[in-house]
């Protein structure tokens, strides 16, 4: 993402915060944006919002930036005679149009839908894990680098800039489940190898368990497996 793009996102969200928290008393915010946009705004009652976050930036003719933008607006729902309240996410399209270094929006903010779910692709890791060394090595990574319990470095390769997550949230992690792109038993291990896993694991804190996943680059260094790599997405199945 370009500079451009960057400012751009950050002057959407601000301008989107404007508008949502506008009324018709209060709308000073939003004008300073778009001179008398408050003008038209009826109620007195600002739009609740949180977790607002640039979703997507996009170029458009005329030196113009089309910004998606996404919150989650306060919304109440009546469930067997009960007001139940929950936050709804929205998404809004705002164009914004930089010229030298000032920028301004171009209207005002488009709501818009949000993208379909699709299905999810299948992965690609076939492979067993029965190598009882690979296993305590990813047992004991999962456990320093999630929990702090224990040494990250003692499990990862010296070259990897890994480094434990701080400060530490869960209090329990606890591998569930191993795969890999190929199977990998328990024979001595040959330096050089490499592995890719799929590790699936169970994040425990304050009495709550959420399932999470990871893919680990492994590699073999003086007979034993290290971690060379956090992966950010897995492999898909071809």
Known sequence: MSTQQQEAGAFAQAY???????????????DEYSPGAGAGIQGRSPISYRDLAVASVEDAPGDMTTVIVSASLETTDDEDGEEVTSWTPYWYQVAVQADGDT???VGLPTPVSMPATGSSPDL???GRVVSRDLQA???DFMTAYLTGQGDVTRVVSPESTITAITPAYWTQATVRTLASTEEI??????DGRTAELLVDVDLTRDGTTKPAQY????????????VQSLDSAPALST
């Open 137 to 139: 090595t990813v047992d």
């Open 16 to 30: 989107l915060s404007a508008w949502l928290t506008a009324t018709s008393d209060d709308h000073a915010a939003l």
């Open 215 to 226: 893919v680990l680059g492994m590699t073999v260094r003086d007979g034993r497996w290290e």
């Open 124 to 126: 690609g890791y076939p």
């Open 103 to 105: 920028l301004a929006p």
């Open 185 to 190: 038993t328990d024979s001595d291990p040959v």
